[in-house]
């Protein structure tokens, strides 16, 4: 498997040289940037089309890479009024711009370059070579925690262009959590948690792969970054979609349907001790890092009470919290109270639309298209992990997943036909 073109040489050897961006402390900003050149770049091939281009070499936009184009830009418009109602000042609009540029920006920029002529074969390859590299990067990791190593090497010189904040552009090997005796690996991710995410994402891409030896190691890969990570959300999401997916695929199917009415009668039965035992999960779940449960929980109750103020176009930056908040912003560690609490309804529902349109899409493409199907499962990630993450800042870290989603908003499935009897 080898690069056919521009667009795929780019994509390939970003992937596969993941650890030495990352021991450059450059993967923020070599990502970020490897949206705006593939956009780029698709412009211009659109400049330069013609009638007379061959159909095979057309590039045609599908309505829902439009979709979230669109809307992603009217988040920059919620916090150009926000900051501007709160008389914030040129510098914070500048910083929140470029921000924008880095951040939510990529996100349709990675899936409108699903429209160029890549092959969704050759990131597949590219992933699972990734993979074995981490299984690689594992062992490195926790051999520098036994030898007592820096948990942070250094801090990339260029966070005081960007100054989005050090951890972005950290290159370490390992870290803990606060008053807790554990290991924790976050490779070339910004975080754990962010391991966790990109894991999953690149589960559902490894499946596809063709060669069965490359599968068989990517699907070990991805399953030894999750668990590394010990991200509780990054362990639970990747079973429950692999269910979700499977009880799609076969819901039309007699038995299937037979089997899970069947559940359900005897659900309902012994819904009283059933009931107790997903309380019972829900609690040990808080506990297992209790600390960290118990500042999340209060992180999404302050920010829930602060967009009160600011309903509509919210209040356009993220503000530190209390000390009882571990200093975080608030705003922070969920995607739906963050887009509330900085972008107000405005910048909810402009991420909201577009991502129940892009589900319902591919839904419909799954029965008959495996890069939907894959497409399908990471999106179901990622609306999981929206509820303990900000997914809108991590999309250059999960961009190989955006561009085959875009590449799947531009199949074409054939339309059901219904007969009248």
């Given at each position: 498997?080898?690069p056919?073109n521009f667009?795929?040489?780019?994509i390939?050897?970003?992937?596969?040289?993941?650890?030495?961006?990352y021991?450059?402390?450059?993967?923020?900003?070599?990502?970020?940037?490897?949206?705006?050149?593939?956009?780029?770049?698709?412009?211009?091939?659109?400049?330069?089309?013609?009638?007379?281009t061959?159909?095979q070499?057309?590039?045609?936009?599908?309505?829902?890479?439009?979709?979230?184009?669109?809307?992603?830009l009217?988040?920059?418009?919620?916090?150009?009024?926000?900051?501007?109602?709160?008389?914030?000042?040129?510098?914070v609009?500048?910083?929140?711009?470029?921000?924008w540029?880095?951040s939510?920006?990529?996100?349709?920029?990675?899936l409108?370059?699903?429209c160029?002529?890549?092959?969704?074969?050759?990131i597949?390859?590219a992933?699972?070579?990734?993979?074995?590299?981490?299984?690689?990067?594992i062992?490195?990791a926790?051999?520098?925690?036994a030898?007592?190593l820096?948990?942070?090497?250094?801090?990339?010189?260029?966070?005081r262009?960007i100054?989005?904040?050090?951890?972005?552009?950290?290159?370490?090997?390992?870290?803990?959590?606060?008053?807790?005796?554990n290991?924790r690996?976050?490779?070339f991710?910004?975080?754990?948690?962010a391991?966790?995410?990109?894991?999953?994402?690149?589960?559902?891409m490894?499946?596809?792969?063709?060669n069965?030896?490359?599968?068989?190691?990517?699907?070990?890969?991805?399953?030894?970054m999750n668990?590394?990570?010990?991200s509780?959300a990054?362990?639970?999401?990747?079973?429950?979609v692999?269910i979700?997916?499977?009880g799609?695929?076969?819901?039309?199917r007699?038995?299937?349907?037979i089997v899970?009415?069947?559940i359900c009668?005897t659900?309902?039965?012994?819904?009283?001790?059933?009931?107790?035992?997903?309380?019972?999960f829900?609690d040990?779940?808080?506990?297992?890092?209790a600390?960290?449960?118990?500042v999340?929980?209060?992180?999404?109750?302050?920010?829930?009470?602060?967009?009160?103020?600011?309903?509509i176009w919210?209040?356009?930056?993220?503000k530190?919290?209390?000390?009882?908040?571990?200093?975080l912003?608030?705003?922070s560690?969920?995607?739906w109270i963050?887009?509330?609490?900085?972008?107000?309804l405005?910048?909810f529902?402009?991420?909201?639309v577009p991502?129940?349109?892009?589900?319902?899409?591919?839904?419909?493409?799954?029965?008959?298209s495996?890069i939907?199907e894959?497409?399908?499962?990471?999106?179901?990630?990622?609306?999981?992990?929206?509820f303990?993450?900000?997914?809108?800042i991590?999309?250059?870290?999960?961009?190989?997943?955006?561009i085959?989603?875009?590449?799947?908003?531009?199949?074409?499935?054939?339309?059901?036909?219904?007969?009248?009897?």
């Open positions: 498997m080898r056919q667009e795929e040489s780019l390939w050897y970003v992937i596969i040289g993941t650890y030495a961006i021991a450059l402390g450059l993967v923020f900003p070599v990502y970020s940037s490897l949206a705006w050149i593939l956009g780029g770049y698709l412009v211009f091939k659109l400049l330069l089309q013609t009638k007379t061959p159909l070499e057309k590039i045609t936009v599908p309505w829902l890479t439009w979709l979230w184009g669109i809307c992603s009217i988040t920059l418009v919620a916090t150009y009024v926000a900051i501007t109602d709160f008389n914030l000042g040129t510098t609009l500048l910083r929140s711009i470029l921000g540029l880095s939510t920006a990529i996100i349709p920029l990675f409108l370059s699903g160029l002529n890549i092959r969704p074969q050759l597949y390859r992933v699972c070579i990734l993979c074995l590299q981490s299984l690689i990067a062992p490195i926790y051999a520098a925690y030898a007592n820096p948990d942070i090497i250094y801090t990339s010189p260029i966070e262009l100054q989005n904040g050090p951890i972005f552009h950290n290159v370490g090997f390992y870290t803990s959590d606060y008053g807790v005796d290991v690996l976050f490779l991710t910004p975080w754990c948690p391991l966790g995410l990109v894991s999953n994402i690149y589960f559902f490894v499946l596809q792969e063709s069965k030896k490359w599968k068989y190691i990517g699907i070990i890969g991805a399953i030894a668990v590394v990570s010990l509780r990054a362990l639970i999401s990747l079973p429950l692999l979700v997916l499977w799609l695929k076969n819901f039309t007699p038995l299937v349907q899970g009415g069947l009668f659900a309902g039965i012994f819904s009283t001790p059933l009931t107790n035992a997903a309380t019972e829900v040990s779940f808080h506990k297992s890092r600390d960290s449960s118990r999340r929980a209060a992180l999404q109750r302050v920010g829930i009470e602060a967009w009160k103020e600011a309903p919210g209040h356009g930056v993220q530190p919290g209390p000390p009882v908040l571990a200093n912003p608030i705003g560690h969920h995607t963050g887009l509330l609490y900085t972008k107000g405005v910048g529902m402009a991420l909201l991502v129940l349109l892009t589900l319902f899409d591919l839904l419909i493409k799954a029965e008959h495996e939907a894959a497409s399908l499962g990471m999106l179901l990630i990622l609306i999981l992990f929206s303990g993450e900000q997914i809108d991590l999309g250059y870290i999960i961009w190989p997943g955006l085959i989603m875009g590449i799947a908003f531009k199949q074409k499935v054939r339309k059901p036909v219904f007969a009248l009897t």
